[in-house]
């Protein structure tokens, strides 16, 4: 058997190796991984405890699991640790977000953000031990044109923050708009386009979160 990939390259199919879950386990396996991910919140407030080696190259090695349109994988992962870079980044997204918050946001906007207590200000930009910056990949001198970008990489995300969230990590997902800044702040081309801007590291020991409740069952899920 042969595929064609997104530039029309022929390549060799292999056989699939699934997961083999005895059926009486599969209903404890999926309850066990939804009680640690109800624990994760999105965090405001960082330690300066460093991050174990090794934590960011497995969490983004297993964000790139994700699907992707044509399996062309349209991302790129940039982390950022240099202090000077991360000050230049949380300068340029506070210049952003002062915007948002005087002019751009409508008052129906702001009013569904005024319970959580966020502002133009964000300190964890530079609190935060890593910011990893999401980039979608779009066609350019090295990169085939992409499909179903936004979703691809979205799925992508979410992958990133289940994989730190289960290595004991809090993460944000920032999304100042708009982005543009974040080219140069990386050093990134412009078919590159920023997406997601998201903190890592151990909470404060003092961090505090919003007391949030998630929709039931019966509000999310439809059975036809």
Known sequence: MVDIDAAGTSYPSVPHRPMTVPAHEAEARSRSFHDVMARRRTVRDY???PIP???????????????SGAHVQPWRFV?????ERKRRLREAAEAEEREFYDHRA??????ALAPIGTDWRKPFLEDAPAVIVVFEVHKGPQSPRPYY???????????LLACLHQAGLATLTHTPSPMKFLNEVCERPAEERAAYVIPVGYPAADARVPDLHRKELDEILVRL
Do not use: N
């Open 47 to 49: 330690s300066t405890r």
């Open 53 to 67: 080696d090794g934590v960011l190259e497995w969490a983004v090695r297993t964000a790139s699991t994700a699907p």
């Open 79 to 83: 982390v950022v640790t240099d202090p």
């Open 106 to 111: 409508s008052a129906e906007w702001l009013a």
């Open 149 to 159: 970008t936004k979703e691809s990489v979205g799925i992508s995300v979410g992958l």
